[in-house]
């Protein structure tokens, strides 16, 4: 029998060929913390669907097209890719000409695998600081008149490079820093103003959406959070401060109901704690509640579950039409994939679809970074500020940003 060490040192090794392979324009990457995998190539896209049943009838395109892969000969039933925040807007979905699979990465924190990008950039706030701390306070008052109970305002920053950015390197450092959470990479089409060319979703998401593996499904939604600190007393603190917090644990169970609420026709069991545990990365502690399910039906894809999910109260809010219409209002931009899901599912079902967050929409020298914070009846505005400062961190400091960063007024 080969030694476990030999076997786990072999499989570190294919993960960390498959991340050394990625090539921006032409692949899919994604990890988790039990596997890597890499696509190359688009033997067919899933065509677009648009309108209010889009996402949900995204599911059934997907079906047929992998029908129509397989009825070609194609031996890789499975789609990969992302769908974005709102349901209405098509998702970017290809079959792969070639995917390749390895256990989780692993690396010694010793190595040199870590390097800032060693470019400068300019950055510039979308929305300023105040006019987010006016949108939190407009949501606070939305609370109060009316039945809405959380909603996530989210903000952008806008990252411009002298020089271009190297998405490999990038995501290197994204998965050094992040290996207990899903770091992904996903090719985009040019942007349909034409502003910019091919782009790159690319980020290391600390939340599983929905997995589904035989009649196993799994979800693990993050609410509720706090940012790291460099003092491990503090950090401790901060902790323990975060799994009692009134505010924190309340906003933690409005996402836990309307999950269970969302998975529960799909399923004969549902075991859903009683209360979250903490879970962190290496900016930010969150908790986290683990809801694990037995499948009653073994046509019910990850996809057709994700979609069913999506969007949760974690990145939308609740009610969620009252909240999406809300975030319509406040927010001045577009979330485009933030805040969607990016994963892969299989012709059998299988499948694992990710949070879309602690993430970038970038092209050659642009990058276009993302943070929300969720807000409930309690929330202060400057500490919602300071959350989403803390959430941006997970890709600043992959970046290596630092002092070449200069913010425009």
């Not at 979800?219 to 401790?236: E, I, K, W």
């Not at 927010?331 to 892969?344: I, L």
């Not at 914070?373 to 941006?392: D, N």
Request: net charge negative.
């Amino acid at each position: 029998m080969i030694p476990k060490s030999i076997v786990e040192n072999v499989t570190a090794s294919l993960a960390a060929q498959l991340l050394e392979s990625y090539e921006a324009g032409s692949s899919f990457f994604f990890a988790s913390p039990r596997r890597t995998l890499l696509a190359r190539g688009t033997f067919a896209t899933v065509p677009p669907t648009v309108g209010e049943d889009a996402l949900e009838r995204l599911p059934g395109r997907v079906r047929s097209v992998l029908d129509d892969a397989r009825q070609a000969d194609h031996d890789i039933p499975v789609v990969v890719g992302a769908v974005p925040f709102d349901g209405t807007v098509p998702a970017q979905l290809v079959v792969p000409m070639t995917i390749q699979r390895a256990g989780p990465l692993v690396f010694d924190k010793a190595d040199s695998v870590h390097r800032p990008l060693g470019a400068h950039y300019t950055v510039q706030p979308v929305p300023e600081p105040a006019a987010y701390l006016h949108g939190v306070e407009r949501a606070l008052t939305l609370m109060q008149s009316g039945p809405l109970r959380k909603v996530v305002l989210s903000r952008s920053l806008h990252l411009h490079a002298a020089a271009p950015i190297d998405m490999r390197q990038l995501l290197r450092n994204l998965a050094w820093r992040n290996p207990s959470g899903y770091t992904f990479a996903v090719d985009l089409p040019p942007s349909e103003d034409g502003t910019t060319g091919a782009r790159t979703l690319i980020g290391a998401s600390p939340e599983l959406l929905v997995s589904r593996s035989g009649f196993q499904v799994l979800a693990n939604p993050l609410a509720g959070s706090a940012a790291r600190s460099a003092d491990p007393v503090v950090d401790q603190e901060r902790a323990r401060a975060l799994l009692t917090s009134p505010k924190d644990l309340h906003e933690h169970a409005v996402v836990i109901d309307a999950v269970a609420e969302a998975l529960r026709p799909y399923c004969k069991t549902l075991e859903v704690p009683a209360g979250p545990s903490l879970v962190s990365t290496a900016t930010m502690w969150h908790l986290s509640t683990r809801i694990i399910g037995e499948l009653a039906d073994p046509s019910i894809s990850s996809l057709t579950l994700a979609a069913a999910l999506h969007p949760t109260p974690a990145v939308c809010g609740y009610p969620t039409q009252l909240a999406h219409e809300a975030i319509g209002s406040i927010e001045p931009f577009e979330r485009g994939y933030y805040t969607g899901a990016v994963g892969w599912c299989d012709a059998s079902g299988d499948g694992q679809w990710a949070v879309t967050i602690r993430c970038a929409e970038a092209d050659e020298r642009t990058l276009r970074l993302f943070a929300g914070a969720g807000i409930v009846a309690g929330s202060r505005p400057e500490s919602e500020l300071a959350e989403t400062e803390a959430k941006f961190r997970t890709m600043l400091q992959a970046m290596g940003l630092g002092q070449g960063a200069e913010v425009q007024p």
